[in-house]
């Protein structure tokens, strides 16, 4: 008796973790699928999560994906994270850390992402550009 209680409530448990948390897994997945990419100097990728019509407004060219390639990354870090209140978009400041391979200068980036959440697409999708290392 008393193990099938325990069984029960942590049955319940789970069930309600799993429910109750699944927009914010989703947008850590992305975020963190997002991290890989930068990591690993994926820059073509990247424009696959960034909502279409922000790109539609602030198209990324092939200059801006082959300047970003002329990089190599040696550190992501995230320095702060704001979730909106309604929890539907996030602001998160990170600090990429990169070195220009032809001249082997080192450069520190803070990028400023906000992602949402698209109930259309069901996916979380960046609201922002790509970092920019031109600017620094």
Do not use: K
């Not at 069984?7 to 947008?27: N, P, W």
């Not at 999560?49 to 990324?60: D, G, Q, T």
């Not at 870090?77 to 220009?100: K, N, S, W």
């Not at 609201?127 to 290392?133: A, K, R, T, V």
Request: glycine share 4%.
């Amino acid at each position: 008796m008393r193990l099938a209680f325990v069984t029960i409530m942590v049955s319940v448990l789970v069930l309600t973790a799993c429910g109750g948390g699944q927009m914010e897994r989703e947008r850590q997945e992305a975020m963190d699928r997002w991290e890989v990419l930068v990591r690993w100097n994926h820059f073509e990728s990247l424009v696959d999560f960034i909502h279409p019509e922000w790109l539609a407004e602030n198209p990324v060219t092939e200059l801006d994906v082959r300047r970003l390639e002329q990089f190599r990354v040696t550190e992501f870090r995230t320095r702060q994270v704001l979730v909106d209140p309604d929890g539907t978009g996030v602001r998160r400041a990170v600090r990429i850390r990169m070195y220009h391979v032809h001249t082997q200068r080192e450069r520190l980036i803070d990028h400023l992402e906000y992602w949402r959440y698209d109930e259309d697409m069901n996916a979380w999708l960046l609201h922002s550009g790509l970092p920019d290392p031109s600017n620094y």
